[in-house]
């Protein structure tokens, strides 16, 4: 088992990230079947040392299980001793720790201080974490001496808490929100509002919701510090539940002492969740977020997009917006720049919109997207997007020859490609490499950036570290579409 520094999944960042993940000796079978969503990955951390069928697993680790085979462990950089992890979001990566502790921003000696109410940046690729805290839980009223115990995100970029004790925190609705330690609160940038109500769902007093995680439909995935049973369901600090608000239903969806061998006693900390592709899915509800953060940020953006509607009505509507913005702080949010084009009338014609947005910011933007579905008679208003690129990999294993210990086989080519041509409107791809030593090591020619309809290569070669079958995965993050490719490793040492 090989380590990799940063981040295993795809959130938050409009960018694409190609994570090489070299796994040990042990490869893991099928996913679990058990769970109404399928997922393509799982990452999830401890609070003590442990050893797993895949690997030894320590605090300040994180191990990430990718299916239907393969795991890799994440790790932060150069933690302090006795400092562990107790929740982290890939790919960015925000981090939150169990003591208070000064973390490396550079190899000078720059450091930035993290409480256990903080959510702290690391950036994977350096292996050093942002000056800068992401969220700062003194200024936003979490009181001194609580531990963030879960961290995620929904689809508005809003961070999503539990806390290790009951608190009181500002209410969205104004007044004062009661938080207890099984509760999901999010964060607006101003105030909390409770996402899951513990109480309301029978989850006894004394219970503390240490890992969370919002999916794209709308179900969390959720790990307790106790066994216990919800909705039927029997579970313990090892197994991950998945929550249907909808249908108010549970289900096991990953059991850890069956499908890794988390021992008997031993307790998950953390969760994240990759839903997979074509999994179960809910509608999107509209929504008018304001979002924040404490991460700098410089970024330039340009869109130009025609949008062309044909409706049963004789509107002509041309609305056309240039907006240039700059401001210096912080932010958790991606840009939005919002066109509205307004059509009256009654019969058979086409309306067009053409919608031309500039925006150049550094820093904290508070972004209200708008997205308004209406029938024939009603007045739209839209928000178009670009058009995206897609990654495209070829192919998606590689079997190794027979290779002496120690000895370096012949190198094996993977193909990434930007598949959008050039006429489209696509965002270019970012790739970022992580190439760690180990059995399966990489190199590449891919550029910074991979424009629309064109391709890079990645050569990986294998060294065997044993005289048997090794495994490993090559994981390929494209979070500009949201997709997840990997390739599976293999080859026999002698």
């Known amino acids: 088992m090989k380590s990799v520094p940063g981040g295993c999944g795809k959130y938050l960042r409009l960018a694409a990230s190609l994570l090489v993940i070299t796994v040990g000796l042990i490869a893991i079978g099928a996913h679990p079947t058990a769970a109404q969503t399928p997922l393509s990955g799982l990452h999830l951390g401890t609070a003590t040392t442990v050893q797993l069928d895949s690997t030894l697993l320590t605090p300040q680790e994180v191990n990430c299980y990718f299916f239907p085979e393969g795991t890799a462990l994440t790790t932060f950089g150069a933690l302090p001793a006795g400092v562990d992890v107790a929740a982290y979001l890939p790919p960015s990566t925000l981090v939150v720790i169990t003591t208070t502790a000064a973390l490396p921003t550079d190899g000078s000696g720059g450091i930035v201080t993290v409480s256990p109410r903080d959510v702290a940046s690391f950036n994977g690729f350096t292996n050093f974490y942002s000056p800068t805290l992401y969220f700062q839980g003194s200024s936003h009223g979490i009181p001194d001496g609580t531990q963030i ?36 609160v999010s964060f607006d940038g101003t105030a909390y509002s ?10 006894p007093d004394g219970t503390s919701l240490v890992g969370a995680s919002l999916l794209p439909n709308g179900h969390l995935l959720m790990v307790f510090d106790q066994s216990g049973s919800v909705g039927g369901t029997d579970y313990t600090p090892t197994d991950v539940l998945e929550f249907n608000p909808s249908a108010n239903s549970w289900v096991i969806s990953f059991n850890g002492a069956a499908y890794d061998g988390w021992p008997d006693g031993s307790e998950m900390r953390g969760v994240v969740g990759d839903q997979a592709p074509g999994g179960t899915t809910s509608a999107t509800p509209t929504a008018t977020p304001t979002t924040m953060a404490t991460r ?55 309306a067009t919109s053409t919608a031309t947005a500039t925006v150049t910011r550094t820093a904290t933007i508070t972004a209200t997207p708008t997205a308004t579905a209406t029938s024939e008679s009603a007045t739209p208003t839209a928000t178009p997007t670009p058009d995206r690129g897609t990654l495209e990999i070829e192919p998606r294993k590689l079997k190794f020859p027979k290779t002496s210990v120690g000895a370096t086989s012949g ?28 059995v399966f090591t990489q190199t590449n020619d891919c550029p910074a950036s991979l424009e629309p309809g064109t391709f890079c290569s990645i050569s990986v070669r294998f060294k065997p ?12 993050s494209d979070n500009a579409h949201a997709g997840i490719a990997s390739v599976s490793l293999s080859g026999p040492g002698k």
């Open 296 to 350: 700098t940020v410089t970024a330039t953006a340009t869109a130009t997009v025609t949008t062309t509607s044909t409706r049963t009505a004789t509107p002509t509507a041309t609305a056309s917006a240039t907006a240039t913005r700059t401001a210096t702080s912080t932010r958790t949010a991606t840009r939005t720049a919002t066109a509205t084009a307004t059509a009256t009338a009654t019969k058979t014609a086409t």
């Open 194 to 203: 409770l996402v899951f109500d513990s109480t309301a769902a029978g989850i």
């Open 149 to 184: 115990d879960a961290l995620s995100i929904d689809s508005s970029l809003r961070l999503l808490f539990s806390f290790d004790v009951t608190v009181s925190l500002p209410g969205a609705g104004g007044g004062t929100l009661t938080v207890k330690p099984a509760d999901l």
């Open 465 to 476: 570290s044993a005289a048997m079958k090794q495994t490993g995965t090559l994981k390929i």
């Open 411 to 438: 190198p094996k080519t993977v193909k990434v490609s930007n598949t959008k041509g050039e006429k489209h409107a696509a965002l270019p791809v970012s790739i970022e490499m992580v190439s760690n030593p180990g």
